[in-house]
């Protein structure tokens, strides 16, 4: 196995995983992981509970030690403490069934410390909120790095389980700004705030968000209108071609992981094929998709394929996909690439063990994926690759 594989599990090693490539220190994954692995003996689902106290005792020591740090005007040494410890935070309540108790005031203790611990960094992040109706989705952009005038940029769409802030921990918004490209991590209905803290549920219909996202970003004075891509990670390869079929101002787009047919994969993991990327998968999905139970669940989300979609996609494309992705098989990403029949430029890119990033979404080793990633959009949108 190519992830941290310490847990029996590989739900909780995927958390695991992902924290570390998001800046995890190791001798705080131990300190959190190893009261645990008794508990982790009993499933996926078990001990959740035992997870989010044993990881927020670590983030609540960081949030004490950053502020001993700032009573002494260290902020550049207090910053890097606080996103640790929103880290830890919103790990945590990602592993966590939907209404479990503590479960809100974790993910706002993430929301909070992100918040102070990006500013006293001095990170080049900023929060805003996209007009969506009478709700906004909240998004953080980070500003190209040596453009004068306004630069290319991309917006960059959640999976199912993951929030703008692991978006931005990913570091590919980092590896554009390198490259001249602005970068707009979403919270887009049935993730992070847009679900947490306005009830918005997912919507298979991507481009009736992805519209308002795309007119919100060419608007800024900073940003080139007709020069603006599109990605999505893990359940966003299935949102991301989506918007970019049906909004044909977008100039560009990739995935992170394809996710071809997500409805066929709902039936697979009935019958228990594959791994789930969370613990109480179903009760998740259905608090995603505002579902009232099961077969409600499975009729909002009937429609979540590409067959059909792909062709309409008349811009450069990218489709990146892990060899060993226990989640979303390799298949999916070849009839995502075979149906791009109308891109002017195509590109299919299967990471394997030669370098890495085999896993769902890169979890073992994301440098591959981020870097591949920017510079294909450095290629297509006019950024700089040296």
Known sequence: MAMFDYFPNYVWNLSVSIAIASGAELGEIMDMCQPLLEKAQKGEDAGTGDFMKAWLAVADKLVDLAA????????????????????????????????????????????????????????????????????????????????????????????????????????????????GISTLCVDQPGTGESLRKQGMPATWKSEDWGTPVFDWLAARDDVDGERIGITGISLGGFYAPRVCAFEPRFASGAVWGANHNWAEVQQRRLKREGENPVPHYWNHVQWVFGATDMDDFFEKSAGMHLNGVMDKIKVPFLVTHGANDRQISVDYAHQSYDQLTNAPRRELKIFTEREGGVEHVGADNMSFGRSYIADWFAETLGGRLA
């Open 68 to 179: 001993e740090d700032a009573e002494q005007q260290r902020l550049l040494s207090a910053g890097p403490k606080l996103q640790r410890a929103a880290l830890y935070y919103l790990t945590a309540e990602r592993m966590q069934g939907h209404g479990h108790p503590g479960r809100d005031a974790t993910y706002q203790k993430g929301l909070d410390a992100f918040a102070r611990g990006t500013r006293y960094s001095k990170d080049n992040v900023a929060r805003f909120e996209v007009p969506y109706g009478d709700k906004t989705i909240p998004v953080l952009y980070t500003r190209a790095e040596g453009v004068d005038g306004p630069a290319p940029a991309v917006v960059y769409l959640n999976g199912l389980d993951s929030c703008k802030e692991l978006l931005y921990w990913s570091r590919l918004p980092q590896e554009l700004a390198k490259r």
